[in-house]
């Protein structure tokens, strides 16, 4: 790097030094504003937007009804952080952490929250019994690579992606530190995939999560970083996201609180408004 930084005795924020992100990032916790949350009439209330980690939830739910799970009707509404939404006071009662998905479950007679998208996956997998497996050794397979994806995502996301393409200025170090580490869990998965179709053996709540994230740098997010990581080179990922790509429930619930395809959702027939070529697979991702 060009310039030596060296660390202050006693680190202060600088709200000046954050990027893109300087208006909405702070080193505190809590709610910004007063302001309730919309909420529709199905039994799931998602607070969300269409990044990798809001597409696991909104894949899951679209999923489930594909599967005829006619209970798992949901409201979706967008979250948008770049406009601080996740601060005010309703969503953050719903998710201290002010970080989105956050679920209100109204399905039983008493309405309580579930925050972390890994925790809104098992608890609607184990809800409705599905895509994730009862027994052992196929439910400790399944969680074990749900935890992989849910550990390495801040790897990619504010690791690479952050260095890559949203830091006000780019370094060397942080983006070939963050590069290599993308590429190595992308040859992690790789050779799983080399030996079962899904990271678990059967198709699960792990590859859901897992392709959010890595099917989208696959095609291309992070201003075209599929070429700059050489991702092509990993066959087995390859095959496996177009796989997933393909089905149904994850074509819909990747337009799920998006900027071109549906902001809100709240009924199948949503969908009925968008343009058909919104729903290729195969099309370029937003990034995110």
């Known amino acids: 790097m060009s310039d030596v930084y060296t660390p202050p005795k006693v680190w202060d924020y600088d709200p000046a030094n954050g990027g893109r992100f300087a208006g909405v990032n702070r080193p505190t916790a809590g709610a910004r504003e007063e302001r309730e949350l ?66 209100l479950d109204r399905s039983g007679p008493a309405p309580f929250r579930v925050f972390e998208s890994g925790a809104i996956l098992v608890h609607l997998a184990e809800k409705f019994d599905f895509l994730l497996p009862k027994a052992n050794p196929a439910r400790a397979e399944t969680l074990s690579w749900l935890m992989w994806q849910m550990g390495s995502a801040p790897f990619i996301g504010g690791g690479f992606g952050h260095f890559y393409v949203y830091a006000p200025e780019r370094y060397k170090y942080p983006i070939d530190r963050y590069a290599m580490e993308t590429k ?4 992690v998965a790789d050779m799983q995939l080399g030996q079962t179709e899904y990271l678990a053996g059967d ?48 074509i819909r619930g990747r337009l799920v609180n998006t900027q071109n395809g549906l902001a809100e959702r709240h009924a199948a027939a949503d969908f009925d408004t968008l343009d058909r070529a919104l729903f290729d697979p195969v099309r370029k991702r937003a990034d995110f």
């Open 38 to 103: 919309p909420v529709g009439e199905h039994p799931f209330q998602l607070y969300s937007l269409g990044t990798p980690n809001g597409q696991k939830v909104t894949i899951l739910f679209e999923e489930l009804l594909a599967a005829g799970f006619t209970e798992a009707e949901y409201d979706a509404w967008q979250i948008k952080i770049f406009a601080g939404d996740q601060f005010g006071s309703g969503f953050v009662e719903l998710n201290p952490n002010s970080k989105i998905p956050a679920l």
């Open 203 to 250: 198709y699960s709540i792990a590859d859901i999560a897992a392709y959010t994230w890595l099917g989208n740098l696959y095609h291309g997010a992070y201003n075209g970083a599929d070429v700059f990581l050489s991702l092509a080179e990993y066959e087995n990922v390859g095959r496996w996201v177009k796989a997933i790509d393909a089905r149904a429930g994850v």
């Open 184 to 187: 190595r869990l992308f040859a």
